[in-house]
């Protein structure tokens, strides 16, 4: 099982990543529209959930919460703002992926609010040469 550097998922894009191993992933949350930090220092939850993009492996799937503690809330070290979600994947969570996979956070505010405001592809690939 290899293990993986820093992931910043900062713009949603699509991320390419091997199967069996330990990804670590920081997202950036800004308001679409003016860019400033949405707070995160009163939401009560934070949610990750990473799934298929394929019907055909509609099984695999991974769900991270901040109320299990898998999920951390971080302050920018520009802004000072809580608007940093760090997660990450294990490589026994991820050995059985191949293919796209989307992930998407879901922030449950103070008031009981819930919205996403993050959405992306990982594409994860099999290793080709076995390093046990």
Do not use: C
Not at 52 to 72: M, Q, W
Not at 88 to 112: A, M, P
Not at 113 to 130: E, H
């Amino acid at each position: 099982m290899a293990t993986s550097v820093m992931h910043d998922l900062f713009d949603g894009g699509t991320y390419h990543l091997m199967a069996d191993s330990t990804e670590f992933f920081r997202m950036k949350l800004l308001n679409a529209e003016t860019k400033e930090p949405i707070d995160l220092s009163t939401a009560t939850n934070v949610e990750w959930f990473v799934g298929s993009a394929s019907t055909r492996n509609r099984y695999a799937e991974v769900t991270k919460s901040l109320l299990n503690d898998e999920i951390y809330i971080l302050s920018d070290a520009e802004t000072g703002a809580e608007n940093i979600v760090q997660v990450s994947l294990k490589g026994d969570e991820t050995k059985n992926f191949s293919g796209g996979f989307i992930h998407q956070l879901l922030v449950t505010d103070g008031d009981g609010n819930r919205f996403r405001p993050m959405q992306g592809l990982l594409v994860f690939s099999s290793a080709l040469i076995s390093i046990n």
